[in-house]
């Protein structure tokens, strides 16, 4: 199918069929098909996925959350609208303000000091477009906490760099404000990770005080957090306050511990050093399931992204209901792991009835969560 602005304005106008659910309430169109007559019918809707809102911040501190609307994704665009952008964790209500914030570097260095924010601003730089996904991530949150946008502000490894460090020191802890006045159902409060001075320099970690062209705000972590590239985003402290240089004999924080069997640990890692990397391996899913009329014929089409792992896929196959055989994704070419690659893939399902799509790869690399089935999702086609 080729597309084109027309067909699927038209066909967005005649939407409201059977299993049409939620597109009405989609800003942005989805791909769009240019043959002649083509023309969209409805977004099959994911089951079994919890009935969140999507694209609204909802809860308080520790609680909060937004959800982002993966269906809105639609190239060339490839980033989150920065208000749809997911929320982990609300700011608190008695976060102290930005012109006071001062981000403390201390412990295995020869110039311990501190940086306030407007230093930080002047040292900023373009940093890229770069994901961030919740280790929490899964079905029940509709996978909404995945989103994408430009970061900008200072490497970590130069701020790092500027404080001279100490011969004994090999990892960085960074710690983030984190009191609140609200007691917490869902999380343990006391945000802090501890990485290896390898890890900043190769991940390229950075503290951003802007995303999307904007300065942060304050439930993504204003005035400033970290952003590790690669990894979930339980290691991209926000509202960070403070720098310690560390050596080997550190224990793993209690934020480390909370997030251990999200980042695939083995057991609850009472050491720093235990601690396996927590980089996002390959992951792959459908993010929209469209309906088309194509010359008088029912015809779906798959869109969805892969993400995470360390290098660009050779293959992506997928395959629809367990009983049926994989196929190689029809329209798939990734040239970086960092932000999603978009796919489509071309689909007449035999007979209505409700189909598991499983995306997988061939290649040989890391991808527990993928092979496991976590990014399965689940469609009713209602006609063929
Ligand atoms: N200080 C602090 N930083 C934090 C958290 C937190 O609770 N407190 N949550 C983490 C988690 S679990 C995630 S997934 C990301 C989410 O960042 P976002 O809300 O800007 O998307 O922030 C991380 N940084
Ligand atoms: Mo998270």
């Not at 749809?84 to 020869?110: E, M, N």
């Not at 055989?325 to 798939?332: A, E, G, K, L």
């Amino acid at each position: 199918m080729r597309y084109s602005r027309r067909a699927v304005i038209r066909g967005w106008l005649v939407s409201g069929a059977g299993l049409l659910a939620g597109a009405g309430r989609l800003a942005a169109a989805p791909s769009e098909c240019s043959e002649a007559g083509a023309r969209l019918l409805a977004l099959a809707d994911f089951l079994n996925e919890g009935p969140e809102e999507l694209n609204k911040a909802t809860g308080e501190e520790l609680d909060g959350r937004l959800y982002t609307d993966l269906r809105e994704l639609n190239p060339p665009n490839k980033t989150t609208p920065i208000e749809h952008f997911y929320i982990r964790t609300r700011a608190s209500r008695v976060l102290p303000k930005a012109d006071q914030w001062r981000v403390q570097v201390d412990g295995l260095v020869r110039k311990a000091g501190s940086w306030a924010i407007r230093e930080l601003i002047s040292n900023a730089e373009s940093m890229g477009v770069h994901l961030l996904e919740c280790s929490g991530n899964n079905r029940t949150t509709r996978f909404g906490l995945l989103s994408v946008t430009s970061w900008a502000g200072v490497p970590l490894a130069k701020l790092i760099a500027k404080a001279e460090l100490q011969k004994q020191a090999t990892r960085v802890l960074i710690s983030g404000f984190d009191e609140y006045v609200t007691a917490s159902t869902s999380s343990i409060p006391g945000a802090s990770w501890i990485f290896t001075l390898d890890e900043i320099t190769e991940r390229k970690a950075f503290l951003a005080i802007q995303m999307g062209g904007q300065p942060l705000t304050q439930d993504h972590g204003a005035p400033v957090r970290l952003l590790v590239p690669g990894w979930y985003g339980c290691a991209s402290i926000k509202w960070v306050d403070r720098i310690t240089l560390v050596d080997d004999s550190v224990a793993a924080t209690s934020q480390m511990r909370e997030f251990a069997s999200r980042t695939q640990q083995d057991g609850v890692p009472q050491w720093a050093r235990e601690y396996r990397p927590a980089a996002i391996e390959q992951a792959a899913m459908p993010i929209r399931v469209e309906k088309w009329l194509v010359a008088g014929k029912i015809r779906y089409k798959v869109v969805g992204i892969c993400w995470g792992g360390s290098r660009p896929l050779k293959t992506l196959q997928v395959r629809f209901n367990p009983q049926e055989d994989y196929v190689p994704v029809q329209h798939f070419q990734q040239t970086s792991n960092d932000p999603w690659t978009l796919w489509t893939h071309d689909w007449t399902p035999k007979a209505p009835g409700t189909y598991l799509i499983h995306v997988g790869t061939k290649d040989d690399v890391p991808a527990r969560r993928l092979n496991a089935g976590y990014y399965v999702r689940e469609v009713e086609i209602d006609e063929v």
